[in-house]
């Protein structure tokens, strides 16, 4: 098993950047793929970042392209998503998720972080 604990979400302006950190627990984080989603009020969960557990392959969500990056330091079991060029659209909370398996969608994930919260002022 493994726990997740996000940190770093907050208020930005737009144009300005945040990083989220993710925390895990558990022997065995270097073989899990970690993964970022947000949701937004009345709206579903939908994948922001993946990464494999190497960190050789990873996913973006086309609004996020170019602006977001993901990355993994599996010594220090930690994820991490650098967030640039915010732009009001990606006001959400933010999860992290882990599972064993690759995957693009929430269901295929089965450790979840408690979320951290995103707001960006226009």
């Known amino acids: 098993q493994v726990q997740l604990v996000e940190s770093g979400g907050g208020l930005v302006q737009a144009g300005g950047s945040l990083r989220l950190s993710c925390a895990a627990s558990?022997?065995?984080?270097?073989?899990?793929?970690m993964a970022w989603f947000r949701q937004a009020p009345g709206k579903e969960h939908e994948l922001v970042a993946a990464i494999s557990w190497r960190g050789v392959n990873t996913d973006y969500a086309d609004s996020v392209k170019g602006r977001f990056t993901i990355s993994r330091d599996n010594v220090k079991k930690m994820v991490y998503l650098q967030m640039n060029s915010l732009k009001p659209e990606d006001t959400a909370v933010y999860y992290c998720?882990?599972?064993?398996?690759?995957?693009?969608?929430?269901?295929?994930?089965?450790?979840w972080g408690q979320g951290t919260q995103v707001t960006v002022s226009s």
């Open positions: 998720a882990a599972d064993t398996d690759y995957g693009r969608k929430p269901h295929e994930y089965d450790y």
């Open positions: 558990g022997r065995t984080f270097s073989r899990y793929a």
